[in-house]
């Protein structure tokens, strides 16, 4: 994954866009970004994957069956091994892009009175209606900004492994990357910086710049916090095949953070983690973590919302 890729949206630079609150939707134009449109291109893709998918699977099978009518041998040689390993990858790819694409067949509701907060960030109050629209962008600009790390397919296989995505087991993981960027932008960048386009690569603070940052969760082995690096770890911990495995909230951090304290990275050398698992945070033990609170340091807290489904109590805080 290269580092341009890892945004938070596909939407471009904010510079030229037009952002309807109305709608709720960020765009440069209406027919590119528009829900509709959206929908239309994951659709056509979809649709496309699916049209080769099913070419190639023919020509593949259409060889098998004449070589049976001709009387040959018809035992699979490595090149149709490797055709239908590749087929059935495009067929999942094809399924995942539909199971995990980006699908919204109706516009969603909000109530524009209410508080609206964006990691630690506070928008919207009681103010006059034409304001509405110059706030709601503050907050679509604030969250292009942040990093967003989800489901890849197409990968180079895993480690250990013939897979080439994270589609349906790799959730967790996802979630504790984009917990520790957002800590490490924070951290380096300040909560105020905003992402401003493709110049953002040119501009530093403390030393480093975002692409830097991005760069560590690169889906390849030389990304120190990427997907390819925990599961290495994961191997090395049970010496098990961890790919395609389901991962737990308390897995994934101890892959995470054991990916942090490893890095030869200087950008990960000020910042430590530190877990919560009993509801109780010990002093002393963030003391020693940080080396007496010289270093800064991510406290993650376990916190279960219900049995089978989130209750109602924590749901109210939701709102």
């Keep these: 994954m290269s580092a341009q890729s890892a945004r938070a949206s596909d939407a471009g630079v904010f510079s030229a866009e037009k952002v309807t609150v109305q709608d709720i939707e960020v765009c440069d134009a209406p027919s ?3 829900v509709s449109a959206l929908l239309s291109n994951a659709a056509n893709a979809t649709s496309s994957k699916l049209s ?3 070419v190639n699977i023919r020509s593949f099978l259409g060889r098998s069956l004449a070589k049976a009518k001709d009387g040959d041998d018809i035992s699979p040689t490595e090149e149709d091994v490797a055709k239908g390993l590749w087929v059935r990858q495009k067929f999942d790819n094809a399924w995942f892009s539909f199971v995990y694409g980006r699908w919204r067949t109706s516009r969603s509701k909000y ?5 609206l907060w964006l990691l630690g960030e506070y928008y919207f109050s009681t103010r006059p209606d034409e304001d509405d629209e110059l706030v709601f ?3 679509a600009i604030d969250y292009y900004s942040r990093i967003w790390l989800t489901y890849r397919t197409e990968l180079s296989p895993l480690p250990g492994s013939s897979k080439t995505t994270d589609c349906g087991w790799g959730c967790t993981l996802r979630t504790c990357q984009m917990m520790l960027a ?3 932008t924070v951290l380096h960048l300040g909560r105020d910086w905003r992402f401003w386009g493709d110049g953002e690569a040119d501009r530093f603070r403390n030393g480093f710049g975002h692409y830097d940052i991005v760069s560590l969760f ?3 082995l030389d990304a120190e916090l990427g997907l390819y690096r925990l599961m290495k770890i994961a191997k090395e911990r049970n010496g098990n095949c961890p790919v395609g495995s389901w991962y737990s909230a308390c897995t994934a951090y ?3 953070k054991d990916a942090l304290l490893t890095s030869e990275s200087p950008l990960l050398r000020c910042l430590r983690m530190h877990c919560v698992a009993d509801g109780m945070l010990i002093q002393s033990e963030v003391a020693d973590v940080t080396e007496q609170f010289r270093i800064p340091v991510l406290i993650v807290v376990y916190v279960q919302l219900g049995c089978h489904s989130v209750s ?5 805080f939701f709102v």
């Design 32 to 34: 590119k970004y528009s």
């Design 52 to 54: 080769r998918a099913r």
């Design 111 to 115: 109530d524009k009175t209410a508080p």
């Design 137 to 139: 962008r503050e907050f």
């Design 182 to 184: 957002q800590a490490l």
């Design 218 to 220: 690169g889906d390849h």
């Design 254 to 256: 101890g892959l995470i």
């Design 312 to 316: 109602d109590v924590s749901r109210s």
